[in-house]
């Protein structure tokens, strides 16, 4: 962001991604945009930087409060606790970053996020045992782990289905809103 930063003017800052559902309404595919925005994340309160409203969406949106961690959210029970201890409708890792961001920049900040797993969903595997040092998933040690449990391979697939219809979702989501 440093570099665009210097490079344009900026009217705005969008997180958009990813989210799994902590709402147990909330069903794949949902469009998510939230009204608040709570973080676990250390350092890492967006307080300041409240999501805006997309003035030019033209579709139906889900809304609500989103929570930003700095991990996986693996199981049902552990997104029911957060559910229950936070009242957010869905969990994420990225938008919390781009709010600081945007307070420090003085900008808009503008929040998007798809649904890919139901609060009612468990992961096949723990991905945060998956992530490297940088915290990026390490997509080798994901094919490790499956190797040694072959039976979370059709979960694997339909979850990497899922993200693919996500995105386009997300993508034309975005291709018609107006910020």
Known sequence: MEIAKGREELTGLVSTGFCGALDPALQ?????????????????????????????????????????????????????????????AAIEMEAAGVAQKAQEYNLPFYCIRVVTDTATESFPLDFNRMRRPDGHFSRTRIVAAALARPTVFPKLIELNKTCKLAAEALGDFIADTRF
Do not use: H, Q, Y
């Open 28 to 88: 794949p595919l949902d469009i998510v945009v939230p009204t608040a925005l709570v973080s676990s994340v250390p350092n890492g309160d967006p307080e300041g930087a409240l999501p805006r409203s997309l003035p030019g969406a033209r579709r139906s949106v889900r809304t609500g409060t989103l929570l930003s961690m700095d991990r996986v959210a693996s199981t049902s029970a552990e997104k029911s606790e957060l559910f229950k201890t936070t009242g957010a």
